[in-house]
């Protein structure tokens, strides 16, 4: 509980380096890429598609991890994926203009991703009382 207190902490406090979004986006956008070289499928609907999934599935498996270093890989894939989905969601409906309030998708992504670690440890520690 204690980890995914702080790992919220930090992705909200970290919504204001650019350096780190241009890190995730950059990466996010490279395996975009690549994916969609091979799959043919338009890049704004891939990428709703590919976070979306891969943040289902990261989220399982923080739930599923119990040592620390799985848990920090898996909360920073989970942040990885569900910043890059807010991100690419918010460009292709609202378009991606200069000056524009850079931090909001990272913001909010950083919040729901704190949230879905918080609710997850609270319902493991649930479980295991049981």
């Known amino acids: 509980m204690k980890f995914s207190i702080i790992f919220t902490t930090l992705l909200i406090l970290s919504s ?3 350096i780190i979004q241009i890190l995730f986006l950059n990466i996010n956008g490279g395996i975009l890429s690549f994916i969609e070289t091979i799959t ?3 890049v704004q609907i ?14 399982i498996l923080y739930f599923r991890s119990y040592k620390l270093t799985l848990k ?5 894939l989970l942040s990885f994926f ?13 378009g991606n203009e200069e000056g ?8 909010l992504g950083g919040i729901i991703t704190g949230t879905i670690l918080i609710v997850s440890d609270k319902y493991k520690v649930q479980l295991e009382t049981e």
């Open 100 to 107: 524009d309030y850079y931090f909001l998708p990272f913001l």
């Open 46 to 59: 891939l990428s709703i598609i590919i976070n979306s999934t891969f943040s289902f599935l990261t989220s």
């Open 40 to 42: 043919k499928i338009n």
């Open 72 to 76: 920090i890989i898996n909360s920073t």
């Open 82 to 94: 569900v910043i890059s989905f807010i991100t690419f969601l918010k460009i292709n409906n609202y």
């Open 16 to 18: 204001f380096l650019p």
